[in-house]
C-alpha cells in the first residue's frame, strides 16, 4: 500500500474540489452532503468549516481574493472567507433534480463547472464556462457559454499541461473524453475518446469479496508537470496516472474504497493530495476501510500544476 497519510482527524461526507492556495499555504475542499466549504492548516493540522446554503459541488480561488463556489443552483463570488455570497449566474437547470458537480478555472482565469443529473437515467448534465475577465468583451460583467453536454455525471475536469488540452469525465458512462482548446477564443474541437474503463459487472457491490473484480470509475483529476492525468477512481480504491495518449502508466493504491479527487501542493507541488467519500457508504465499507471520508497525502515523484485563480 502506498504511504498515504491523513491530512486532518476528521472525516467528511464526501470531500470534492481540493486546491492549494500558494499564497496562504493552505488546502482547501468541499464536503458536497455536509454542504461546507472547509480549508486546512495542513502544518498544524486545523480544519476550518463554512457553512453552505446548498451544496457546494466546486470552488476555485479567486486572484483579488475569496473564492469563486458553483452551488446547487448556481455560480457565487465570495470576496472574502466566510462573506456574503454573491451571485455571478443562475442557470435553466432544475435544482430539485440537477445541481453542480465537479469544476476548476481555466489557465487564462475563466471559472468552469459542470452538473450532475442525479436521478441518473438521462444524459443531462451540461459544462459551462464563466468568464468575468475585465477584457472578456463584455465589461466584466459575467458572460455564461455552455461548452459541453451529453454526460450524467460532470468530473474530472482538467487542462493539459501546454493548455491545448481539455479533458471532461462521464463518471456514470466510465469515460473520459478530451478536446483541443483554443484558450484565447474558447473553442473546443476535435472531441475524443481519452480513456474509456469497464463498466461496473452486473450484480457487484462494494461489500463482495470480489471487490477486485472492478476497478472503478473515473471521478475528479489533477494534471502534473509533464502533463500526465491523475484520476480518482471511485469504488475502485486506487488512482491511476495516465500519459498524454490516455495510457495508463501508474496505478497508486489507496486505503480506501472511493477516492474522489487529488490536487497537487505544497512549497514544492509535490504533495498529492486526495479526498475521499463515507457518504453513502456501508458500515462494513466503513468498517474495513476507517480512513473513508478523511483527506489523504503522499509525497510524489514529479510535481503538479499550480492552481488556476479566477480572474474577475
Not at 432544475?94 to 489557465?107: L, S
Not at 450524467?152 to 473520459?176: E, P, Q
Not at 477516492?259 to 475521499?276: A, E, I, K, N
Amino acid at each position: 500500500m502506498s504511504n498515504w497519510q491523513a491530512v486532518v482527524p476528521e472525516r467528511f461526507g464526501t470531500g470534492e474540489s481540493p486546491f492549494w492556495h500558494p499564497v496562504e499555504n493552505t488546502l482547501y475542499w468541499v464536503d458536497i452532503p455536509g454542504q461546507r466549504v472547509l480549508r486546512a492548516n495542513v502544518f498544524m493540522g486545523t480544519v476550518e468549516s463554512w457553512p453552505m446554503p446548498s451544496e457546494p459541488g466546486c470552488i476555485a480561488p479567486a486572484q483579488s481574493g475569496g473564492l469563486v463556489i458553483a452551488l446547487r443552483d448556481g455560480v457565487y463570488r465570495a470576496r472574502s472567507w466566510g462573506g456574503p455570497l454573491a451571485v455571478l449566474a443562475r442557470f435553466n437547470h432544475d435544482p430539485r433534480t440537477t445541481r453542480f458537480n465537479d469544476g476548476k478555472c481555466d489557465p487564462l482565469g475563466r471559472f468552469w463547472a459542470g452538473t450532475i443529473y442525479e436521478p441518473r437515467d438521462a444524459r443531462k448534465g451540461d459544462l459551462y464556462s464563466i468568464d468575468c475577465r475585465p477584457d472578456n468583451g463584455n465589461g466584466g460583467k459575467p458572460q455564461v457559454a455552455l461548452k459541453a453536454h451529453n454526460v450524467v455525471v460532470a468530473n474530472g475536469l482538467a487542462w493539459s499541461a501546454d493548455a491545448r488540452t481539455l479533458y471532461w469525465t462521464d463518471t456514470t458512462h466510465h469515460v473520459i473524453q478530451a478536446w483541443d482548446w483554443e484558450g484565447g477564443l474558447n473553442v473546443l474541437k476535435h472531441h475524443r475518446v481519452f480513456h474509456q474503463f469497464p463498466s461496473k459487472p452486473k450484480g457487484w457491490t462494494a461489500d463482495d469479496a470480489s471487490g477486485s473484480a472492478y476497478g472503478g470509475r473515473p471521478d475528479g483529476a489533477a494534471v502534473d508537470a509533464e502533463g500526465n492525468y491523475w484520476v480518482a477512481m471511485y469504488e475502485g480504491a486506487r488512482v491511476l496516472k495516465l500519459s498524454p495518449a490516455g495510457d495508463v502508466l501508474a496505478e497508486i493504491p489507496v486505503p480506501v474504497k472511493c477516492p474522489t479527487m487529488p490536487c497537487f501542493g505544497g512549497d514544492d507541488l509535490r504533495t498529492l493530495y486526495l479526498t475521499t467519500a463515507s457518504h453513502g457508504r456501508s458500515g462494513k465499507e466503513l468498517e474495513a476501510h476507517p480512513l473513508s471520508g478523511r483527506v489523504l497525502s503522499m509525497r510524489v515523484d514529479v510535481p503538479g500544476l499550480p492552481v488556476n485563480y479566477f480572474v474577475d
